[in-house]
């Protein structure tokens, strides 16, 4: 503890620290003529009292009257600093032709500042955008104008965020850094984190110079490194820190000197994820992926946690989790008598999890985690922090599980006295003892993490099947009734409803699910969990044979991988020199990881707000799909060949509006198969495809057979599509030829002469000319839309791939079953 306080309240203090912008920018009668420091300490007065929380609020700028006369002030005016820099360089320019504070100044879209990776050269810009102040659990709607964020926009916004927050007051649970958190996320995501406009020499130089990193980024960066900051001064200065203060706190007198490092950069990786995720069989495959997707997501929480309690840190210090990774910032301290370096604890945390890995799957799974020390200025530019942090995370990777040679290349072990004549049905393991998969399955026997895996999949599907947000709750001891799963020395538990009050406040923690309002959280620990987790409202299309069976046309299955092109190149090339701060890398990771894993799931159920980010696709309806994991950059999902489809075309259209930069660009893999095939080799087969796309030109999906097309190309593939369905009608489950129509024979023949046309160096056009003219319906208005397709196919420079391509799906949309 520092000063007596813990570091959850030190986190608290910071993250509220700037809340007086928020209600400053109102333009209450009482507020009007005040600084927003005094604004903040006010009304935090009001539900903290005269502490360390509203003090924060007060000190941490020293304006007039306020200088800060503790430590903690000066503390907080120091983490403040750290996470201000981006905006002091880029604001603060000796070029501005003027400077101005504005409260209605809009927040520029962080994605605007990435040029094309692409370019050696890095001068091409993205156009300017702007995004509007809103709730981030809404579709953010970025524009290519400066709005205004007038008074009355800010007043709605502030009342929400005010009714919600006196909703956790009045349960005593205001002091919850992670629900507060997750408020703020909520309602300042959007807000700017300075008002202050700048004028230079051009508009584009304007615009550059307009703040792209929003309230909550700010705030969350301040307390992640006030709580490190604590622990510095609080170790180095031991003795002084309650009697003197320091003239500042990093710059000698006792304080920092510029050449020390207070700070680490933590970073996880978890390797071994594809081949966990994907080597089961067919059996229960649905479930077996859910659950081990999702395994692996609490998997990450938890390890992350083990990180917070035995470093001494808060949910604030959590900087991204996605995809298997996760980032922390932590304290930099050395070792002394009986307490452990920093460093020290995180090999104990990363060894605690490697052993419990490599106990329950054998070493399939491995934790590695590094770290990387800097200082105040590295939070300028962080790039290089950040490339040296991949780097040593990327090399542990090519010493997996160096320390376990022995174990892994001892003397071969018996299999278990079950597996002398069958294995595990879903992974194939032969290790540990057999069971049964479920009641109702009881001659399917399956090892024990296997079945743990299956039930955590099951309760995922009729949690959420019931249309609330469910919760996790977290036990250090194996609850006694119900399911759970154990990772390390936790147990999860998923439950659609809310457990007995008394049961409830037993448990260590909830987690809720996809839940943004923060009255559902009535527990001390109650904590947010955002994860990718879309599934049917069907419960017959939540399996893979019901899924093909019953979607619109043939009963196939695709799987779909798709992630965001160069992102490598993004973070350490294409975002400018003097536009890579902590705070705006920082803020750059987390709106890709929001995407990826809240928006994904209100695209998929194509909810209000999100229509105008779906692509113009001929079929609708329900989608008979399932996201296995999305998080990070990337998304994996399963399901029906046409939902699978229209779910990438969607995805791509929203996340360029999501971004508003024609740079930031995703490349895809959808792989066809059978409901029967293992999964390892549609996942496998998507993988190859995914990469084929990116190989050849990125910006592009690979389709089906192989065949690689831009985005820009897929949308002749649609019109085409629709121009060929007008010679169809809407059937029971399949498109159908009417009487007056073309018969399915002359399609085929169609089908069959594009494809060797565009697949071989031979001249079919002639057979194709023929087939249009002697097949042209009589009637209208079939014999029109034929005309006016036999006019497109032989039009100069026709994009023949393209019709290939939509005569396929048109076919395929025609078949019933397999």
């Not at 900051?229 to 203060?245: G, P, T």
């Not at 680490?264 to 995720?277: P, V």
């Not at 971004?659 to 496998?684: C, F, I, K, Q, W």
Request: glycine share 8%.
């Amino acid at each position: 503890m520092a000063g007596g306080h813990s570091w959850h309240s030190i986190a608290l203090a910071a993250l509220l620290h700037d809340i007086g912008q928020f209600k400053q920018r109102v333009g209450g009668a009482e507020d009007r003529g005040r600084p927003h420091d005094q604004i903040g300490f006010e009304w935090l007065r009001g539900f903290y009292g005269e502490g360390i929380i509203a003090t924060a609020a007060l000190k941490h700028h020293g304006s007039a009257g306020t200088e800060p006369d503790t430590n903690f002030g000066l503390l907080f005016a120091e983490a403040d600093d750290c996470a201000s820099v981006s905006v002091a360089t880029n604001t603060r320019s000796e070029s501005d032709l003027d400077i101005e504070w504005h409260s209605r100044v809009q927040l520029a879209n962080v994605f605007s500042r990435i040029r094309n990776p692409n370019r050696s050269g890095n001068n091409e810009k993205p156009p300017p955008s702007f995004t509007l102040i809103a709730p981030s659990d809404r579709w953010p709607q970025p524009s290519t104008t400066e709005g205004n964020n007038g008074k009355e926009t800010y007043g709605q916004l502030w009342d929400a965020f005010l009714r919600e927050f006196e909703a956790l007051h009045r349960n005593g649970y205001h002091q919850n850094v992670e629900a507060v958190l997750h408020l703020l996320e909520k309602y300042t995501s959007f807000i700017p984190s300075i008002s202050l406009r700048s004028f230079a020499g051009s508009d584009e130089k304007t615009y550059r110079d307009q703040v792209d990193v929003s309230l909550f980024d700010h705030l969350r960066i301040t307390a992640a490194a006030a709580v490190c900051l604590a622990h510095y001064h609080s170790f180095h200065n031991q003795m002084a820190w309650d009697k003197e203060i320091a003239s500042e706190p990093t710059e000698g007198d006792g304080g920092l000197t510029s050449t020390e490092s207070p700070f680490l950069l933590i970073g996880g990786d978890l390797s071994g994820i594809q081949k966990f995720i994907y080597t089961i069989s067919s059996k229960g495959a649905l479930k077996a992926l859910k659950g081990r997707s999702f395994f692996l997501e609490m998997l990450v929480e938890h390890t992350v946690d083990r990180l917070i309690e035995e470093i001494g840190l808060a949910r604030p210090n959590v900087i991204f989790t996605g995809g298997g990774r996760f980032y922390l910032l932590g304290p930099n301290i050395s070792a002394t008598g009986n307490s452990p370096s920093t460093e020290q604890r995180i090999t104990n945390v990363r060894d605690e999890i490697n052993d419990y890995l490599f106990e329950a799957f054998g070493g399939a799974l491995q934790l590695s985690v590094k770290s990387v020390p800097f200082g105040k200025e590295d939070f300028k530019n962080s790039s290089a922090i950040w490339t040296k942090l991949s780097g040593k995370l990327a090399e542990t990777k090519y010493r997996k599980w160096e320390t376990r040679i022995d174990k892994l290349f001892g003397v071969p072990q018996m299999p278990h006295s079950t597996c002398l004549t069958a294995n595990c049905a879903v992974c194939g393991r032969e290790d540990l003892q057999l069971v049964e998969l479920t009641e109702e399955e009881a001659e399917t026997k399956v090892c024990s993490q296997c079945q743990e895996q299956y039930s955590l999949g099951y309760l995922i599907q009729s949690s959420f099947r019931r249309g609330d947000h469910p919760v996790i709750y977290m036990w250090t001891e194996k609850p006694e009734t119900g399911r759970s799963i154990r990772i390390g020395n936790r147990y999860y538990q998923l439950q659609a409803g809310r457990l007995g009050k008394d049961k409830d406040w037993a448990a260590s923690a909830v987690f809720h699910l996809n839940d943004w309002n923060v009255g559902n959280f009535t527990h001390p620990r109650s904590r947010p969990l955002i994860v990718g987790v879309y599934l049917p409202e069907d419960e017959a299309s939540r399996e893979l044979e019901g899924m093909a069976n019953r979607g619109f046309g043939m009963a196939r299955l695709a799987a779909l991988k798709m992630d965001v092109d160069n992102l490598g190149r993004i973070f350490s090339y294409a975002v400018p020199e003097g536009e890579r701060s902590f705070s705006q890398m920082a803020s750059i990771s987390r709106q890709l990881n929001v995407f990826f894993k809240y928006h994904i799931n209100n695209l998929m159920l194509m909810e209000s707000g999100y229509t105008q980010s779906r692509s113009e696709f001929p079929i609708t309806g329900e989608r008979k799909l399932s996201i296995i994991y999305a998080g990070g950059d990337d998304l994996f999902l399963i399901g029906h060949w046409l939902d699978a489809t229209r779910a990438a075309f969607d995805i791509k259209t929203a996340f360029a509006r999501y971004t508003a930069n024609p740079y930031m660009t995703l490349s895809a893999g959808l792989a066809l198969g059978y409901s029967h095939d293992p999964v390892y080799r549609l996942a496998e087969e998507a993988g190859k495809m995914e990469k084929q796309a990116k190989e050849k030109t990125r910006n592009a999906i690979s389709l089906f057979d192989g065949r690689v097309f831009g985005w820009p190309e897929t949308d002749q593939i649609l019109s085409l599509v629709k121009q060929v369905m007008g010679l169809c009608e809407l059937g029971e489950g399949s498109l159908e030829l009417p009487p007056k129509s073309l018969t399915k024979s002359v399609l085929y023949r169609v089908y069959s002469l594009t494809k060797l046309h565009s697949s071989t160096s031979k001249w079919f056009i002639p057979k194709l000319a023929y087939t249009f003219g002697r097949s042209s319906p009589k009637d209208e208005p079939f014999a029109q839309i034929w005309g006016q397709l036999k006019n497109l196919v032989f039009s100069y420079k026709f994009n023949w791939g393209a019709f290939e391509e939509a005569l396929l799906w048109v076919l395929m949309m025609m078949r019933k079953g397999d």
